[in-house]
Each structure stands twice: as C-alpha cells, then as structure tokens.
C-alpha cells in the first residue's frame, strides 16, 4: 500500500527519468534532507557530530567517488587513500598560499588535481584490467603516501611532519581550524555531500553513466558500439579521483584538524572499497548506506561491551573489526552483491503491498 | 641542474667506481627477492588451479607463522608446531573452500578477487586475537651472521633462504608436472566446468591447492618471521609480492621466482643509489612503479599467455 | 556502383587474416550494395564471424582493404566503424547485463549525444533536452520491435529469444547504415525466427538498411537473402543469388563433404 504506485501515471519521458519517479521516494528523500539540515543540528551534541555524523559524510562522498569508479566503471581501485590524500594536501598548500581564497573553492580546486592524478593512474587501465589494475593502482596509494612524508615541501617544512587546518571563514563564518563548531562543519559536509551525490546521480542516469556500466558490462562490445574505452575509464578515474579528494580535504578540514599521510594508508584505501560492497556496488544510495555501516560498527564495538560492563581493549577491539568487516565482505559478495542497496529495494517491493500480501 | 645531475649521473658513476660494492648489492638484491618469491609462489599454485587471485596469502602467512610461533611460546616442540601449523592451515583450506569458494563458484574473477580482500580481514584479525599481536622473535637455528667472500658481504640466513626457496620450486614442480593430482591440478586451472565433466572432483582440488597454498605460506612465514621477527608487517611486505606477479605473470612458477628476483635487485639498486637523493624510503612504492610501468608494456607479463579476445 | 547498377555501400577486398598460424580469412573479396540483404553463409569454423569482425574493425586483417562508402582502410578502427554507421550483433549475445533494455537500447544513442559531462552532472537545460530527444527516437525503436513491455528490466532476467531482440534494437538505435547480424536467429523456435525474419525484412524496407548476416538456417537465409556468400576454410567458394547458390557444384561438396 505504503509504496503503490498505481495512479502515478506518467506522461511525459521527463517525468519517467526523473530521479525518483516515484512520489513516496521524492517525500522521503526531502523529509530525510530536511532532517538532516534542521532537525540533526538541533539535537546532535559535539560527540555525535564529531564522531559519527561527520565521518559518515564525508566517507559517503568518498564512497560515492569510489562507487562511480568501481561499482559504475568496473574498474576496481585500491588507490582511494591516496587520491584522498592528494586533495588534502593541496587544500593545505593552496589555502596556505592564498589565505583570503575562499576554503570551498580551495576544496574544489584540490579536488581537480586529484582528478589530474586519477587520469595519470588510470592510463594503465587502456591495456591492463581487474586486479592488474588493481595492483596498479596499489602503486598510486604507496607512491604518494611517500611523497608527501618524504618532500617537506608539502606540508610546509613543518617540523613535525604534519598538516593542520587553518582558521576560515567563509561568508563570516568559521568554517575550519579550531575555532569552527563542529555544527558549522557538519553543515558544510552535509552541503557538500547532497550537492555531489545529485551530481553523481545525474551522471550515471545520463549518457556518461550508460557508457560507464556497458564498459563495466562488456567492454568489447561497448567499443563496437562506439564508445571509446580510453576515454571512457579516465573520465571514470577523473571524476572518482575528484570526489575522493573534496573528501580527502574534507576529512583534514572539516573533521580531523591536523594529520599526517598515516591517516590516508592504505586501510582507508579498505575501508571506503567495503563501505561500497558492503553498501552495493553500482549505486549511490548504497554508498550512503555502506558509509554508515562502517563508520558505525567500530562505534559500537567500542560502546557495546561497556554497556554491558565488559571492558574491551582497543586492539582486541580492531580486531574484530577486522574480522567483522571481512566476513560481511564475503556474506555480501556471496548472498547479495548489490548489498544494503538492493535490501532496501526489496523493502520496498513488499511495501507495496503491504499489508495485503496478495 | 645539480639535481638532474644526482639523478641521472652520479648514481651511474658510483656503480663504476665501486663495481664490488654494485655485485654486494646485487647478490643482496637477489636473496630478498628470493624472500619474494616464496610469497608469490603461494599466490601463482591457487592462480593456477582456481583461477582465483588470493589476495589473502599475506594475511595467509601472518597467520601460518603467529599459529607457528604461538604455539611454540607455549611450549609445543619446534616439530611438533610446524606439523599443528600445517593442520591448521589444511582446515583452514577445507573451511575457505566449503563457505568461499564453493558458494561463489562461476563468479566473475573480480567477485572473488574482493572475496579474498575480505578472508585477508578475517585472517588478519583472528590470529591477532588467537596470537596476540606483539612482535614474536622466531628463532630456527640459522645464524644471521654475515660472512665474506672475495670482498663480498654475505648473509648466512640469505644463503639458506635461497637454498629453501630452491627447494620448495623443486618440489611443487615435481608435484605439477609428475604426480595424478598435479595433473588434474592443470585440468582445472585450464577450464573447470569440462574438468568436472571428467570426473575431476573441483571441491578436493580446490582444498588440496590451498593447502599446498597454505604450506608454502608456513614456509614463507617461517623464513621472514626469522629473518625479522613474527609481526603485522609480514602481512604487508607479502603485499609486494603482488608487483612481483605482475612482472612474472599470474600463472608461471618460473616467473614468480624471476620475478620476484627482479623485484629484489631493482629494489635494491634504487634504493642505495638513488634513494638518498630523493629522500629515502623508496623500497616502499618501487616495486609497484617498476609493474606499473612493466604492464603498461607488456600487460601479460614475462611468463603469461597472450590472450586474443574473440566475439 | 556496381554491375547491377546499384550504388556500393561496402566492398571488401582480398582479405587475409590469420592467428598465429592459423589462416581463418584468404584472400576474400566481395560487395554489397545499398539496401540489399546479404547472407554469408558456410560450415562451422570457416571465417563467418571474422569476417563481419574485420568489418568492423575489431580484427585487423594482414593484407587487403575494406572500403565502406567510397573510403579505403587498410585497417578499420572500431569507434571509427561505429561512426560510420556499422553497427552489429552477436553470436553469443553481447549486451550489458546490470543495465535494463532501456538503458541498454540508449547506450546505441551514446554516439550521437554530445552534451559534456557538466551539463549532465547538473541535468538541466541541454542535457535534459538531449536525453529526452534520444529517448524519443528509442521510444520508435521499441515500438517497432514490440518490445514495450519489457523496458524497465534488467536484459539478464530476460529469456534468450528476446534478448536477441533487444541487441537488434540497440543496434538499430544507432540509425545504422549497414547492420551486421551474427546468427540473428540462432537458438530460437519457429515462431521467433518468424518473428525475426520480420522484423529483418522491415528493417530493410522501411529504414533502407543494408544488411549483412549469418545464418545457419538455410530455409531463412533463402527466404530473405537477396544474395548469398559462401565462404568454406576461409575461402569464398560461391557468390550469387540464392538459387545459383543452392545449385552450385562447390558449395553442394562442401557441405555435403567430399572425398578427395
């Protein structure tokens, strides 16, 4: 009942492709928005923010960038720490830089160098594919981790071999550096995050996401067709490689203050990879979902056994993480590998009949 | 200009005033590659019969050695361990093939390859917890001493790993080329569907080949937890191992061997002579540069078969 | 223009290809006019489908030309022929699994839309413009292979038969010149390859498409051939109309097999 589309007669292709063709989708997307923006603000306290919400956000996007390269593209990257990595770094450089430019744009700038180093890591997806390329892309993660311990040039011969996020305002506002409230970063993530993922839902309901998935799909038979591999995939690394840099400088300025290329290793490279299988590879909403999942489990197996009065350290604590997260991997790629994404379509298949199961 | 120099001239006029120091660095190269090379044979035996890239045979041997080392510290005979080790890492293959590989049977490659991501977790992870995740020392009697020859520096232990890593590709060649089990091992590697239409029973193979997967990762785990100490980071250097495929191609014993060797040199040269003027710590990303940029030529590697794709 | 007087949409001259020592094409040439229906026909493994490969650029050939309206190549590149209006399908089906019918009829538009990525990120103005135009003409596609009721499903639930629709659908989405269809109809029962021999011959008539394809069924292939080739070992044994076919001595033996 709850998800019947009976009624909802649709006259023109426009509305057809719309978004969400659907009106229940569209209510609950916007009631979902709205919450966020409003509501959350509101009743979120510092530690929720800080340690659940904004994480979340800015994992989704990454998870997003990822997403449209792995899930949409099929080309398989282990390289995501370090293209987040180089959004960060050049966020630091060029807001150092030019102190009075505007640290959103700066984002934005950052995010198109690292869209530059995609498409030099991706050039070896012309010739190579599956896990060469992943492989391939190893040696993007490892090479400019290095890079921006070893060459003091990137973090400014900072002695201590880190970078901080500076004071910012944007429209009278602070927006990073220790003086910005982890309510301000929360909406700026949260600002950024639905202007990308729209982004990105507009791109893979177009043509760019059709030739996206026929890669995916069949590449020979893509390139009969007429779409050009070569192309095709660096587009697919560029635009990845700019979300996972917005993220990146995200993660340094809107979340973690300071940090040092340690925070971009390559477990992130794993992370943000699960959040998408685990959330469903092929779709946006997915990442959405794998983000949250993942940033929420190391959160309850730190709380969970407290509540109950068992202390857990946090290396046994890791651990099981670990464990955890590989083995939701393997159910997921085994019993549903459209993940949390496809759970929630099924849902609302049974909604629509609900409760009259026939 | 002085740069370009350091860069592209220097290292070059190092390497020909000191051609005994060059040799040093090269022997060296080549043991460490041998280390290599005991990880990518692991990664080559389950290529070959299950098609499957085993992303899992670091954590794989992480977990042989801290099993290993976990039950000697508690007090378990050093023979006695080795052979527990080896039965774990058999039940280990039985339980992967019974609730991985079974359930994704005819999956596209790269479903699996993310598979296996996963089982590294889980690998990962449970022998921390079972083993504790401190760094164990591992002594198997070899000395680490080193010994010189004709003005060459040598290490004993290297000497040894070598000799192991010899015997090992022996050994598994013998058991591909000679033995029944070797040769159903190649049936199925080659098409597993008209394998199973011979009667060649996959789910045994599949148990058998990770098992020998997992011995070669109790050998491996053995000779780098010796050489330095049973820790986390066995897990990542097995990682290089990786690089050393790509060179070799996936489905050559021969070719995880030379590979692992060119791997181990290359490393090695860039490392000493090039490393101080670009600020050291290149042994990390070297290794997967050097495939990149090898795949980009020759994407099948030096051993592997080309492929022509048909319609 | 040729002996029949008919304008010459393709011809394929004294095509060598071969794999490593293997010879699959020797020496072939041949012609197709504009608007006729060629049939390349021949027993298994005698170069059929490496034929219409070298077509379309997908294999490069050792030696000879294929010059497709007016214009000589030595080799063909694929994106180049699919510019050109080539489009084709495949033996063993070849469409994009995770995508529905619909998106994968639309990517055969892929060619002829041009809006940049920008536009598409922000859907508005031209882009919104475009994939609605795009939509409209596939609309005409599916229309006329009746294929409206299966638009939103994913082609991998889709049974065999009309998964070979909806690849001549996407392959007729891209307004093509010269179709190449590689056993359209292999694998279906009667009435589908009645079906298809319909839709082929509309095909023909109403959009003017020429087509090449390959056939097993020689009942088909008779029916609705204009011409016929015969290829056998790589070789083109028998050119003509499908009655000078059926009573040529060569092609008799090299079905029939011949002992030597």
């Not at chain 2, 014993?253 to 060119?262: F, K, M, T």
Request: net charge neutral.
């Amino acid at each position: 009942m709850i998800y019947l589309e009976a009624g909802q007669y649709k006259t023109t292709y426009e509305d057809d492709q719309a978004i969400f063709p659907i009106a229940q989708d569209r209510y609950l997307v916007l009631a979902a928005v709205l919450v966020a923006f409003v509501a959350v603000p509101l009743v979120a306290n510092e530690y929720w923010l800080q340690a659940l919400l904004i994480p979340f956000l800015i994992f989704s996007l990454a998870a997003i960038g990822l997403n449209l390269l792995t899930g949409y593209a099929g080309q398989l990257s282990l390289g995501t720490g370090g293209f987040m990595a180089v959004g960060a770094y050049m966020t630091y450089k060029i807001t150092t830089a030019f102190p009075e430019l505007n640290i959103l744009l700066v984002f934005i700038f950052s995010g198109l160098i690292a869209a530059a180093v995609g498409i030099v890591f991706g050039l070896p997806s012309l010739r190579i594919k599956g896990f060469y390329l992943a492989v391939a892309t190893l040696a993007a993660q490892f090479f400019i981790q290095w890079l921006f311990n070893k060459v003091a040039w990137f973090y400014n011969y900072n002695p201590s071999g880190t970078i901080t996020a500076p004071p910012r305002e944007v429209f009278g506002v602070m927006v990073t550096g220790p003086e910005a409230t982890a309510t301000v970063r929360y909406l700026v993530a949260l600002s950024l995050l639905v202007l990308f993922a729209l982004a990105a839902k507009n791109l893979v309901r177009g043509r760019i996401g059709r030739s996206w998935m026929a890669i995916r799909d069949m590449d020979i038979a893509a390139e009969i067709i007429g779409i050009r591999p070569l192309p095709t995939k660096l587009l697919a690394f560029a635009i990845s490689s700019f979300y996972c840099g917005v993220a990146g400088a995200m993660m340094i300025f809107l979340w973690l203050g300071s940090a040092e290329t340690l925070a971009f290793d390559i477990n992130v490279s794993f992370q943000v990879l699960f959040m998408i299988i685990i959330g469903g590879l092929g779709s946006i909403l997915g990442s959405l979902l794998g983000a949250a999942f993942i940033t929420l489990v190391p959160i309850f197996l730190i709380n969970a056994p407290a509540l109950v009065g068992v202390h857990m350290e946090v290396a046994l604590e890791r651990h099981i993480e670990s464990i955890v997260f590989g083995a939701m991997i393997v159910y997921f790629l085994i019993v549903e590998p459209n993940g949390f994404a496809r759970f929630w379509q099924i849902t609302k298949q049974k909604l629509r009949r609900w409760p009259f199961p026939y | 200009m002085e740069l370009l120099i350091q860069v592209f001239v220097a290292p070059f006029l190092d390497m020909a005033g000191s051609p005994v120091f060059l040799l040093e660095v090269i022997i060296n190269g080549l043991l460490t590659g041998v280390m290599y090379s005991l990880v990518a044979l692991g990664f080559v035996l389950i290529f070959k019969a299950s098609g499957v890239f085993n992303f899992a045979q670091g954590a794989m041997v992480l977990f042989a050695a801290l099993t290993l080392v976990g039950l000697i510290e508690r007090g378990v005979p050093g023979w006695l361990a080795i052979v527990i080790s080896l039965g774990v890492m058999v039940a280990l293959a039985y339980a992967v093939e019974r609730w991985m590989l079974r359930p994704l049977v005819n999956q596209a490659p790269i479903i699996l390859f993310m598979a296996t991501i996963g089982l590294n977790f889980v690998l990962e992870g449970s022998g921390q917890i079972a083993w504790g995740s401190n760094v164990k020392e591992l002594d198997i009697g070899i000395p680490d001493a080193s010994f010189d020859v004709g003005g060459i520096l040598l290490n004993e232990f290297d000497i040894y790993a070598a000799l192991v890593a010899a015997i090992l590709v022996a050994g598994l060649a013998v058991f591909f080329q000679k033995t029944a089990v070797g040769r159903a091992l190649r049936a199925v590697a080659d098409n597993h569907q008209a394998a199973l239409a011979v009667g060649i029973p996959l789910k045994t193979i599949w148990i058998i080949v990770w098992s020998v997967a997992g011995a070669v990762a109790l050998v491996a785990g053995i000779m780098w937890g010796a050489k330095s100490g049973v820790q986390f980071s066995l897990a990542l250097i097995a990682l290089k191992a990786l690089p050393v495929l790509i060179l070799g191609g996936f489905t050559s014993v021969p070719g995880a061997i030379i590979g692992g060797l060119i791997i181990g040199v290359g490393e090695k040269i860039a490392e000493v002579y090039w490393g101080p003027v670009i600020g050291g710590a290149i042994e990390n990303w070297f290794a997967y540069m050097l495939a990149l940029v090898f795949l980009m030529f020759r994407p099948q590697g030096l051993f592997g078969e080309v492929i022509i794709e048909r319609v | 223009m040729n002996s029949n007087g008919k304008e010459t949409l393709l011809q394929v001259d004294d095509i060598t290809l071969s794999f490593g020592g293997v010879q699959a094409l020797s020496h072939v040439s041949f012609d197709v006019a504009k608007g006729e229906v060629l049939a390349i026909i021949g027993p298994n493994g005698a170069g059929k489908s490496s034929m219409l490969n070298v077509i379309n650029g997908f294999y490069h050939p050792q030696s000879g030309t294929v010059t497709y309206k007016g214009r000589s190549h030595r080799q063909m590149r694929t994106h180049e022929a699919a510019a050109e209006g080539i489009a084709r399908t495949f033996q063993n089906i070849a469409l994009f699994k995770g995508m529905t019918t619909l998106d994968n009829i639309m990517t055969g538009r892929n060619l002829k839309m041009r809006v940049n990525f920008l536009w598409q990120a922000l859907h508005l103005g031209p882009a919104r413009r475009e994939e609605i135009e795009h939509r409209r003409y596939v609309e005409h596609v599916i229309d006329f292979l009746e294929i409206q009721a299966i638009r939103k499903i994913p082609v991998g639930r889709l049974p065999y038969g009309m998964q070979k629709r909806v690849e001549l659908c996407r392959a007729l989405a891209s307004e093509p010149d010269l179709l190449l269809l590689d056993e359209p109809m292999a694998g279906m029962n009667v009435e589908e390859k009645e079906d298809m021999c319909r839709f082929i011959l509309d095909v023909n008539d109403e959009f003017g498409t020429t087509i090449v394809l390959i056939e097993h069924d020689m009942g088909v292939v008779m029916d609705i051939s204009d011409r016929v080739i015969v290829l056998d070992y790589g070789r083109k044994i028998a050119d003509g109309t499908p009655d000078e076919v059926r009573a040529n001595q060569a092609v008799i033996d090299a079905y029939l097999g011949l002992s030597h």
